[in-house]
């Protein structure tokens, strides 16, 4: 009975969501948007490197969890210079409730380092010197390049991969393609915003499990709201 049982959901798991077309991508889109007006990034941060900073720690981790370590680590170390000659053992100890603290109090060090050496402690607005920043991916660049210098980008985070499978935006599972269908499906403009509206979609209604799609505004558009 429980192989059955395994089966049969793995079976669910691996059937792809019919693509939907660009006009209905853009009603389901619109709805989102008129649902959080005021979505925008929830990390707290006072300038670039510590938004930087705050999106490279966000990793398997919540923005709340991140806000809770970063209100210390931003106090003692303001700006990049302070972090970059930082002790490393002190760094990791005020990461570490964000989880793999050991792998990210080096790339947020590591990154600041760059950042100083290279850039004068300057967080640089554009995609190539982004992600050649330790722990910078194109992610984590295009939270920062929205965000800090109003450049459209898909942050394809794991809300956004799974909201667009569910929609029908992609039937990708690989973040980089899920980002070409997406940047083909939407006006480059509106990037930054769907992307963050998708964003405050995952983490307060269309959750990994359970997703609430009877109070979901775009369940008779979405092609998954039946199967949730």
């Known amino acids: 009975m429980k192989k059955a049982t395994t089966r049969s959901k793995n079976a669910k798991q691996a059937r792809k969501t019919t693509k939907v077309s660009r006009a209905k991508a853009k009603q389901m889109v619109d709805e989102l948007c008129k649902l959080y007006p005021d979505a925008q990034c929830e990390l707290n941060f006072d300038n670039n490197y510590q938004l930087l900073t705050a999106v490279i720690l966000s990793a398997q981790t919540t923005d709340v969890q991140v806000n809770k370590v970063t209100q210390l680590l931003f106090k003692k170390y303001p700006q990049a210079i302070d972090l970059a000659e930082a002790a490393l053992d002190d760094i990791k100890e005020i990461v570490r409730p964000t989880g793999y603290y050991n792998a990210k109090a080096n790339n947020i060090q590591q990154c600041a ?20 920043l330790p722990g910078v991916g194109r992610k984590t660049a295009n939270v920062v390049l929205g965000v800090a210098f109003g450049v459209p980008g898909w942050s394809v985070d794991t809300h956004v991969q799974r909201l667009s499978r569910r929609f029908g935006f992609t039937q990708e599972t690989d973040p980089s393609k899920i980002e070409s269908d997406l940047q083909k499906l939407f006006p480059g403009e509106d990037w930054s915003k769907i992307s963050i509206t998708i964003i405050w979609h995952g983490r307060r209604m ?15 558009l979405c092609p998954s709201a039946e199967t949730c």
């Open 206 to 220: 269309c959750y990994a499990r359970k997703p609430d799609c009877l109070q979901c505004p775009i369940n008779k």
């Open 113 to 132: 380092q760059a950042l100083v050496a290279r850039h004068s402690g300057i967080v640089p607005d554009n995609m190539d010197e982004l992600v050649k």
